[in-house]
């Protein structure tokens, strides 16, 4: 995936720069809006390239928008793209209250909307495809605890305005809840990180390490941007290594720190099968064809929040729980991070064979 995600790199980083690029127009083609809330974590850069790629090779037009953290700013691009006669939009919300705007005018215009990954908080789009959000908190709450069942544990939650935020750590909490119950755990820290930023959550833990006087046993954090942040911070303390922590998507900088033994554990998600689903999706839709495996889940049940109305078509994709003991099987032979990239600094025979 290295290379490939490198030329993807290049491709996605055009998009930042250019944020609107359209294939050549075919008349009469699809047109399908992307619109990203940034591209500062790994991932997103990457299914914009995967998917502009895949709707590239299926005759279809593609228009890609990044609104860099800007809830406002993505209002107006998802208003924008409508203007420009997109059919379908594959939304990455950067914040799943205000986006609900434009995507219900958006879908009241005709146009067919795709929550993709984040949800949006209105019945009033057309599909939500995302991973199992809750067992993704689940697996960091298990890897945590698997290395550290008691004392004092730290949680680090994502964007608060990120619905999966509230989904990660009600996984979590499934699995850290019962040892706060029996009195093994105590939760001395609970923040949200806001945009998911790497360097915010550096600071949150250097703030908590003082607070708490280095007294801290276990770091539950959401995703591997805001766990290496937070790793910052307890290397700086010579804690790294000590205190297990978690991460989320199986980064190449993740995926390195597991194999070094430092970061205890990610969450590996696999883009390259959500990817294909949303453009299959968005090309049916656009062709006002069935689309089949979506089931209705309540918005309710999907924010947890009880007064919530309404029904939303969703489909969810497992993930794997990854460790140094699997990092390999599950992330490097399958392709997903290179070998040399995450190995780099690891001494040749101390390295697993290459793939
Ligand atoms: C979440 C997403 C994670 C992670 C995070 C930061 O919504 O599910 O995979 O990337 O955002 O962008």
């Given at each position: 995936?290295?290379k490939?995600a490198?030329?993807?790199?290049?491709?996605?980083?055009?998009?930042?720069?250019?944020?609107?690029?359209?294939?050549?127009?075919?008349k009469g083609?699809?047109?399908?809006?992307?619109?990203f809330s940034?591209?500062?974590?790994?991932?997103?850069?990457?299914?914009?390239?995967?998917?502009?790629?895949?709707?590239?090779?299926k005759g279809?037009?593609?228009?890609?928008q990044?609104?860099n953290?800007?809830?406002?700013l993505?209002?107006d691009q998802?208003?924008?793209m409508?203007?420009?006669?997109v059919?379908?939009?594959?939304?990455i919300a950067?914040?799943?209250?205000s986006?609900?705007t434009?995507a219900?005018?958006a879908?009241?215009?005709?146009v067919?909307?795709?929550?993709?990954?984040?949800?949006?908080?209105?019945?009033?789009?057309?599909?939500?495809i995302?991973?199992?959000n809750?067992?993704?908190?689940r697996?960091?709450?298990?890897?945590v605890?698997?290395v550290?069942g008691?004392?004092?544990?730290?949680m680090?939650?994502?964007?608060?305005?990120?619905?999966?935020?509230i989904?990660?750590?009600?996984?979590q909490?499934?699995?850290?809840?019962?040892?706060?119950?029996?009195?093994?755990?105590?939760?001395?820290a609970?923040?949200?990180?806001?945009?998911w930023d790497?360097?915010?959550?550096l600071?949150?833990?250097?703030?908590i390490?003082?607070a708490?006087n280095?007294?801290?046993?276990?770091?539950?954090?959401?995703?591997?941007?805001?766990?290496?942040?937070?790793?910052?911070a307890l290397?700086?303390?010579?804690?790294?290594?000590?205190v297990?922590?978690?991460?989320?998507?199986?980064?190449?900088?993740?995926c390195k720190s597991?194999v070094e033994?430092?970061?205890?554990?990610t969450?590996?998600?696999?883009?390259r099968?959500?990817?294909?689903i949303?453009i299959?999706?968005?090309i049916?839709?656009a062709?006002?064809?069935?689309v089949?495996?979506l089931k209705?889940?309540?918005?309710?049940?999907?924010?947890?929040v009880?007064t919530?109305?309404g029904?939303?078509?969703?489909?969810f994709l497992p993930?794997?729980?990854?460790?140094?003991?699997?990092v390999?099987?599950?992330v490097?032979?399958?392709?997903?991070?290179?070998?040399?990239?995450?190995y780099r600094?690891i001494?040749?025979?101390q390295?697993?064979p290459r793939?």
């Open positions: 995936m290295k490939f490198t030329v993807l790199l290049a491709v996605a980083m055009v998009f930042a720069v250019a944020t609107n690029l359209t294939a050549a127009p075919k083609a699809i047109k399908i809006g992307l619109s940034d591209f500062a974590t790994e991932r997103w850069p990457q299914e914009a390239a995967l998917m502009t790629k895949l709707a590239f090779a279809v037009q593609v228009i890609s990044v609104a953290h800007d809830a406002k993505q209002n998802i208003d924008n409508v203007l420009q006669g059919n379908v939009l594959i939304i950067e914040d799943g209250d986006v609900a434009a219900a005018a879908h009241d215009a005709g067919a909307v795709i929550a993709y990954d984040r949800l949006i908080k209105t019945p009033k789009i057309d599909a939500y995302s991973f199992d809750r067992e993704v908190g697996a960091q709450g298990r890897g605890t698997a550290v008691k004392g004092n544990f730290v680090l939650g994502g964007s608060p305005t990120d619905n999966n935020a989904l990660f750590r009600q996984g909490m499934d699995v850290v809840q019962p040892l706060v119950d029996k009195g093994a755990v105590k939760i001395v609970d923040q949200w990180v806001d945009n790497q360097a915010n959550a600071k949150i833990m250097e703030n390490l003082t708490q280095n007294k801290v046993d276990a770091v539950v954090a959401s995703n591997d941007g805001t766990a290496l942040g937070a790793l910052q290397k700086a303390q010579g804690l790294a290594g000590k297990p922590i978690s991460g989320q998507d199986a980064t190449a900088a993740g597991i033994g430092e970061l205890t554990m969450v590996f998600k696999d883009i099968k959500l990817t294909p949303a299959d999706m968005a049916q839709m062709n006002k064809q069935k089949s495996g209705m889940y309540t918005l309710a049940d999907l924010t947890t009880k919530m109305k029904s939303v078509p969703c489909m993930v794997v729980q990854v460790d140094k003991n699997n390999y099987d599950e490097i032979k399958s392709g997903f991070q290179s070998y040399d990239e995450v600094d001494p040749a025979d390295r697993p793939p």
